[in-house]
Nanobody
Framework: QVQVAESGGGLVQAGGSLRLSCTASGFRITGAGWYRQTPGNRREWVASITSGGATSYDDSVKGRFTISGDNSKNTVYLQMNNLEREDTAVYYC??????????????WGQGTQVTVSS
């Protein structure tokens, strides 16, 4: 079964840190992205990493969040530092699935809740 599973969310005080994990099963991740969504709003992009390790970030998290990957564990991480109340959201991982070097599918996880208290 092809799927990704997020973990690592929780409740943290403003200024604190969390590390989210996204582990794929049934396929090898080739590039991934983290997104977040709050009630009544659209899902928004947070950060991405390519299969070659290149990273990119939304301006709102640049300098505070770091996306990385561990190929041996087929896992992508999102290290979140200096968290702000505005970071409160459900965080989703999107894993890229390829075949013969060509993207064929994006696989989404179920999300993990991050709540930042003041």
């Amino acid at each position: 079964q092809v799927q990704v599973a997020e973990s690592g969310g929780g409740l943290v005080q403003a200024g604190g840190s969390l590390r989210l994990s996204c582990t794929a099963s049934g396929f090898r991740i080739t590039g991934a992205g983290w997104y977040r969504q709050t009630p009544g709003n659209r899902r928004e992009w947070v950060a991405s990493i390519t299969s070659g390790g290149a990273t990119s970030y939304d301006d709102s998290v640049k300098g505070r969040f770091t996306i990385s990957g561990d190929n041996s564990k087929n896992t992508v991480y999102l290290q979140m530092n200096n968290l702000e109340r505005e970071d409160t959201a459900v965080y989703y991982c999107k894993g890229g699935r390829s075949r013969l070097g060509r993207p064929i599918e994006d696989v989404w996880g179920q999300g993990t809740q991050v709540t930042v208290s003041s």
